[in-house]
């Protein structure tokens, strides 16, 4: 009986180990793999504490998108610097906050990568508004003094960008740099 528990056992690790994604599986640079762990030590106190990232500046850029979640834009911050982010995205179920993923953003692709295996998303030109509300427009003078559905003043305009994820704090089977993660899909409606 006691083998035939074992060899159950077996089984079960063998089948959940095939149903991994993929992605689980991804060869992650050793370079990446340093600059995650320091991507994180310097983004702990985000992790679970938005305000914490209010008070250093952050501030919402966009609503939840789905499978990717809600962004925060410190506009201080330039440049590459894993332990520096200018945007934090975060996902919230009922008022709990939850850092999924860093971010960065280019006004066009970087002729070198800033991390070995960065891969690219996108992002159209827009007028955010300071609730976090934005609306695709073509051009600054395309945007209103104040979002026309929900009142909040206008804050920026951006041209077309090129987007960098860097997901540190929530798992993604599409890859630590990939542009939506399928595992936010309870996040979406919250």
């Not at 998303?121 to 104040?146: I, L, M, P, Q, T």
């Amino acid at each position: 009986m006691r083998t035939l528990t074992y060899l159950a056992a077996a089984l079960m690790l063998i089948v959940a180990a095939s149903l991994l994604p993929a992605a689980a599986a991804q060869t992650v640079p050793a370079k990446v793999v340093a600059e995650i762990a320091r991507a994180r030590l310097a983004t702990t106190k985000y992790a679970m504490d938005l305000e914490s990232a209010k008070a250093d500046g952050y501030a919402i850029i966009t609503p939840m998108i789905p499978n990717m979640g809600y962004h925060f834009l410190n506009s201080k911050i330039q440049g590459f610097d894993v332990t520096k982010p200018p945007i934090l995205v975060y996902v919230r179920k009922s008022d709990a906050w939850q850092l999924a993923a860093i971010e960065w953003v280019y006004p066009k692709r970087p002729a070198s990568p800033p991390l070995p295996g960065a891969q690219y998303g996108s992002f159209g030109a827009a007028c955010h508004y300071v609730d976090g509300s934005f609306v695709e427009a073509a051009a600054e003078d395309k945007c209103g003094k104040a979002n026309a559905k929900t009142g909040a003043a206008f804050n920026f305009w951006h041209p077309p960008l090129v987007t960098l994820h860097l997901w540190i704090w929530y798992p993604n089977p599409s890859g630590i740099f990939g542009e939506f993660n399928p595992l936010l899909t309870p996040f979406n409606n919250d």
